[in-house]
């Protein structure tokens, strides 16, 4: 486990976009798992920057994104849908047809699950998975408590994540009490994973991670059994390793 601590926001969100740049540069047709959360925003924006600069190209890089909320339309500013054109696909020049997201809004959304299982297969499975975390642990919507062998599928949120994500709503009952995720065998299966997280309210849950057992009562201390793993952390978040 290759572990940095970044100093400072800007450092923390260039070291996190450089283990993008080099997996795209490596591959340029690479696999990529997105997530959403405040963690990786800045990432994007470096991301944005290098294409921009000419340094990035991302025309043959197809991306998965981890999770969705179910009942949320694309087009609703919530979605991670549209957190992700916002913050990342409308600024490159990445192409429609090879963003992949789960459709909050689709009839079936079992149904919806199992394709993108299949489609991550289909492609020869993720390259490069980012992932940030929750409060309790959770890796995309993968509570507390679920089995690693979960494949993506339908998920209900803990009151606290319920209550964590209210802050991006105008209340706590507008927040969807369902979503989509990835699994965890299925974030598990990618080839390489980059995992970051800053701030102090996340350093207790990123020691138990990071060095506690490895139990789904903390479902991010399944990335100790990962061989390629980057670990992207600020200070405060690294205070208790
Ligand atoms: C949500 C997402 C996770 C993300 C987490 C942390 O629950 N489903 O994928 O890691 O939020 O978000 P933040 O980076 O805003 O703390």
Avoid: W
């Avoid at 994007?44 to 290098?50: C, G, P, T």
């Avoid at 319920?162 to 706590?172: D, P």
């Avoid at 138990?208 to 061989?227: C, D, F, N, R």
Wanted: with cysteine.
């Amino acid at each position: 486990m290759n572990i940095i601590i970044a100093r400072n926001k800007a450092e923390f969100d260039k070291a996190a976009a450089a283990v993008i740049s080099r997996q795209i540069k490596k591959k340029p047709d690479s696999v990529l798992g997105l997530a959403t959360g405040s963690t990786p925003m800045g990432m994007y924006s470096e991301l944005a920057r290098m294409y921009e600069k000419g340094e990035l190209d991302f025309s043959k890089v197809i991306t998965f994104n981890l999770d969705e909320y179910i009942g949320l339309h694309r087009s609703h500013p919530q979605s991670y849908c549209y957190f992700m054109h916002e913050n990342l696909f409308d600024k490159i020049n990445i192409k429609e047809e090879n963003v992949n997201l789960l459709d909050g809004g689709a009839s079936d959304s079992q149904g919806e699950c199992e394709e993108y299982e299949k489609k991550i297969k289909a492609v020869g499975g993720i390259d490069l998975q980012v992932l940030g975390m929750g409060h309790n642990g959770h890796l995309g919507f993968n509570e507390p408590k679920t089995p690693f062998e979960s494949i993506t599928g339908l998920v209900d949120l803990t009151p606290g994540t319920i209550k964590a994500n209210s802050r991006f709503f105008e209340s706590v009952a507008e927040v969807p009490r369902r979503a989509m995720s990835m699994g965890m065998k299925t974030i598990l299966h990618a080839k390489s994973i980059l995992f970051i997280v800053s701030g102090s309210e996340k350093a207790e849950v990123v020691a138990k991670a990071l060095k506690g057992p490895v139990t789904p009562e903390i479902p991010a201390s399944v990335l100790q059994l990962h061989p390629f793993i980057t670990v992207v952390l600020d200070e405060e978040a690294a205070k208790y390793l």
